[in-house]
């Protein structure tokens, strides 16, 4: 699985086949602007916006092959996109608060302070 996130007035994320290289999919981006992760058994991908200049505070989870939105949290704060990530059984998701995020957040969160969703009821 290979995946592109395109931003601007209309994004697309597109699936592509890893081995023929061709596109499987693609379907609307759930924000105009988001940092994603995609989970270790490439079943889900996180979107994650949380911005003063929006006004916006979700991550969605979205099956990763058909767009299908499958749950939603808050809180999860979005910096620098290395911040998120899955568990490695794919039933956690968990971001970080850094001093350098706390002013972009729309309710800041303290340095240090650790986000988790558990995935399990969505996940496989």
């Given at each position: 699985v290979r995946v592109a996130s395109a931003a601007g007035a209309h994004p697309l994320v597109t699936i592509w086949d890893s081995e023929t290289g061709s596109p499987v999919t693609s379907y609307p981006s759930p924000f105009r602007y988001s940092h994603w992760r995609i989970s270790p058994?490439?079943?889900?991908?996180?979107?994650?916006?949380?911005?003063?200049?929006?006004?916006?505070?979700s991550t969605l989870f979205v099956r990763l092959i058909d767009g299908k939105l499958l749950g939603e949290a808050r809180r999860h704060p979005m910096f620098y996109a290395d911040n998120h990530a899955f568990s490695r059984c794919g039933k956690w998701f968990v971001t970080a608060s850094?001093?350098?995020?706390?002013?972009?957040?729309?309710?800041?969160?303290?340095?240090?302070?650790?986000?988790?969703?558990?995935?399990s009821p969505i996940s496989s």
């Open positions: 058994k490439s079943e889900l991908i996180a979107f994650v916006a949380n911005a003063k200049q929006t006004n916006l505070d850094t001093e350098a995020s706390r002013s972009e957040q729309l309710d800041p969160l303290l340095e240090g302070t650790v986000v988790v969703t558990d995935l």
